[in-house]
């Protein structure tokens, strides 16, 4: 689920609604899957990691292969 576009970017109000009934119950739902999810891990929110050098700003993205999910908003936030 890409939670950081459905809550601010706000990693705090992110954390407290994982860390919550809405998101027991989203963990729950993995079950429908033969699945089991134990917990929550957050990797920052629309951050990017690579494993050739560090990213702060948009200049040393420059040359490097980013994959996301084909979804609309996934994409067009790294292009702007």
Do not use: Y
């Not at 891990?41 to 629309?46: A, H, Q, T």
């Not at 200049?59 to 999910?69: P, S, Y």
Request: proline share 2%; charged share 20%.
């Amino acid at each position: 689920m890409l939670l950081s576009f459905l809550l601010s970017t706000q990693v705090n109000k992110l954390l407290d609604t994982v860390h919550s009934a809405a998101g027991d119950k989203m963990l729950s739902k993995l079950n429908n899957m033969n699945l089991q999810g134990i917990g929550w891990m957050e990797n920052g929110v629309r951050h990017v990691t690579n494993n050739s050098r560090p990213v702060e700003t948009p200049e040393d993205l420059k040359g490097l292969k980013i994959r996301t999910m084909k979804f609309r908003r996934t994409s067009r936030h790294l292009t702007l």
